[in-house]
């Protein structure tokens, strides 16, 4: 019978009689003690396979001289680095082991095993020794059975990712001067542009400047997308792709730099835990160079200022201009809060957000991924926002000027009526901390590497720690507090707090109270009263006397009775 592995094994480059020589030609058969998985893998398709062929034959010599059988070869073109790529052919060599089908896994060198460190390489040798089974590293002569070599595995594992990160941070920086020289990093090029073959600056594309430059004008003009959308579909006019145009499309192509032939910038996304993943954002900002300026890859469809501009005229239609709400995008606009609690208020089943749901609040799992998520809850949302105006008063009034909270509060105020600040404090942290960066990979590359002579080092030092000092005064004045004084008041704040809206409601709130969990009912159509049934977790983790509850209680229904006479 054949081997189910023949047509991969011949695609590898193998011919039929060196397949019979190194006994990989008949389906093998025996004991699980005597049969082998053979594991091999290279990181890029552009890799020769000429290794891949002396790495199997290696694992095949390394097998019959231990009278072993290859069961079945496994192969992939996979990054072992990356922990957010699954390796589904190594999966299934792991489990051919696990399923008792053979007792061996050969693997040429402990990095094609995995370059995630010891950890990884330690937990799999655990679940191989429980089925009594082994991993061989056929160049390195290790034998995970053998006494000690679980160390070795794990040293060799933990050089194997340093040399991962070795790899990414030389391809990152690489490719970060690359952009840095002002040369278009590859991909698909804005709408009137193109990249020529052997090229590295943009131009701009004679069968589709003219139209891009009308839209252009047309967002200089202050006409909104979807009139843009409506009239180039009018028209007959169609995308690269031959599709309508919509809106998004249109403010997607005024917010990509390079569509004013500038480098755009990127951020790497981070877990939870602050470790990087595998993954890139674009952001709608040109990368800087060291003045500051933006950096130029070629021509572009509009200018740097009419760039600009277009940018500030979206940026007056979100209130993003003027400071008014929180822009959660780049796009036609924003959607005002329009309630107090919502998604701030957490289900008491599965402990997510509930959102709007009209006049109540519902849980967001339930409404999103139905009832085998969450089974959900739904209270009123008027008595819900007038009892957190009940608790946050209560609360604030009971607390002393110094209290941290209350330093919280007038802090996060004072941001949020100048967000213009904070944002312009932002960039400049992120620009320090870039600074900072690159003098640590200058100091690497003089002091580590050696890759850079005495006076490159001394000119390029100079300037980077000009551009750090220049950084610092800017970022000491950003940060410098401003007076807090006259918002150390309990009573000034309840009288912003009775004044503002319900964004601002909402940020004074969320400065107090970490988080707010509604109890579940006792029983269907509860009707205890919903102060009690709100579980605050203040910031500085005090909670509301009974006594105080209870007088909360009497004067929200006291609010609610005259608010039903009028």
């Given at each position: 019978m054949e081997r189910a592995d023949r047509t991969a094994l011949r695609g590898l480059g193998f011919k039929d009689a060196e397949l019979k020589e190194l006994g990989l030609w008949e389906r093998a058969s025996g004991e699980p003690g005597d049969l082998a998985e053979a594991y091999i893998r290279r990181?890029?398709?552009?890799?020769?396979?000429?290794?891949?062929r002396g790495h199997l034959r290696d694992i095949?010599?390394?097998?019959?001289?231990?009278?072993?059988?290859?069961?079945h070869v496994w192969f992939e073109q996979k990054s072992a680095s990356k922990a957010t790529v699954?390796?589904?052919?190594?999966?299934?060599?792991?489990?051919?082991?696990?399923?008792?089908?053979?007792?061996?896994?050969?693997?040429?060198?402990?990095?094609?095993?995995?370059?995630r460190g010891m950890g990884a390489v330690d937990r799999q040798i655990d679940e191989f020794?429980?089925?009594?089974?082994?991993?061989?590293?056929?160049?390195?002569?290790?034998?995970?059975?053998?006494?000690?070599?679980?160390?070795?595995?794990?040293?060799l594992a933990d050089r194997a990712r340093e040399e991962a990160k070795s790899i990414t941070e030389r391809t990152q920086s690489s490719s970060d001067e690359f952009k840095r020289e002002g040369n278009w990093h590859g991909g698909v090029t804005p709408f009137g542009l193109y990249s020529p073959k052997g090229s590295k600056k943009l131009k701009r594309d004679p069968?589709?400047?003219?139209?891009?430059?009308?839209?252009?004008?047309?967002?200089?003009?202050?006409?909104?997308?979807?009139?843009?959308?409506?009239?180039?579909?009018?028209?007959?006019?169609?995308?690269?792709?031959?599709?309508?145009?919509?809106?998004?499309?249109?403010?997607?192509l005024a917010h990509t730099p390079a569509w004013a032939g500038l480098v755009p910038q990127r951020e790497r996304v981070f877990d939870d835990d602050g470790n990087a993943l595998e993954k890139w954002v674009k952001r709608p900002e040109p990368l800087l160079n060291a003045k500051g300026e933006p950096i130029s890859c070629g021509e572009g469809v509009v200018t740097y200022a009419e760039w600009l501009k277009i940018q500030r005229i979206f940026g007056e239609r979100t209130g993003a201009a003027r400071g008014k709400g929180r822009t959660r995008g780049t796009g036609r606009g924003v959607r005002q809060n329009t309630t107090v609690a919502g998604w701030i208020l957490c289900c008491p089943f599965c402990g997510g957000p509930m959102s709007n749901g009209g006049t109540n609040y519902r849980c967001e799992t339930r409404v999103s991924s139905g009832l085998s998520a969450c089974k959900g809850t739904v209270t009123a949302r008027d008595r819900v926002d007038a009892a957190i105006e009940t608790l946050w008063i209560g609360h604030i009034v009971r607390l002393?000027?110094?209290?941290?909270?209350?330093?919280?509060?007038?802090?996060?105020?004072l941001n949020y009526q100048n967000p213009e600040k904070e944002a312009h404090k932002r960039k400049v942290t992120a620009m320090y901390d870039a600074a900072i960066e690159r003098q640590a990979k200058l100091r690497k590359?003089?002091?580590?590497?050696?890759?850079?002579?005495?006076?490159?080092?001394?000119?390029?030092?100079?300037?980077?720690?000009?551009?750090?000092?220049?950084?610092?005064?800017?970022?000491?004045?950003?940060?410098r507090e401003a007076d807090l004084t006259p918002l150390m008041n309990p009573e000034s704040l309840t009288t912003i707090w009775q004044a503002e809206g319900v964004e601002g409601k909402r940020e004074l709130f969320?400065?107090?109270?970490?988080?707010?969990?509604?109890?579940?009912?006792?029983?269907?159509?509860?009707?205890?009263?919903?102060?009690?049934?709100l579980a605050p977790e203040w910031r500085d983790d005090s909670g509301l006397p009974d006594d105080v509850r209870e007088g909360a209680q009497k004067t929200l229904d006291r609010r609610r009775a005259l608010k039903a006479a009028a």
């Open positions: 990181s890029k398709k552009k890799d020769t396979l000429t290794n891949l095949c010599r390394r097998a019959r001289e231990e009278g072993k059988q290859i069961r699954r390796r589904e052919e190594f999966e299934q060599a792991c489990n051919a082991v696990m399923q008792g089908l053979s007792k061996t896994l050969y693997v040429w060198r402990t990095d094609r095993l995995s370059r020794d429980r089925k009594s089974a082994r991993i061989c590293s056929v160049s390195e002569g290790l034998d995970s059975s053998q006494p000690g070599m679980r160390i070795v595995f794990g040293i069968s589709e400047y003219p139209l891009a430059r009308r839209i252009a004008e047309y967002l200089l003009d202050r006409k909104v997308p979807q009139w843009i959308a409506e009239k180039l579909n009018s028209e007959g006019k169609k995308t690269r792709k031959g599709k309508n145009w919509r809106a998004q499309t249109i403010i997607h002393s000027p110094e209290s941290p909270t209350i330093h919280e509060i007038a802090r996060r105020w590359e003089y002091f580590v590497l050696g890759t850079m002579s005495e006076e490159d080092f001394e000119y390029l030092r100079g300037q980077q720690d000009e551009i750090v000092a220049d950084l610092k005064k800017e970022y000491e004045a950003l940060t969320k400065a107090a109270c970490k988080k707010l969990t509604l109890k579940p009912p006792a029983k269907k159509g509860d009707r205890t009263p919903i102060l009690k049934r």
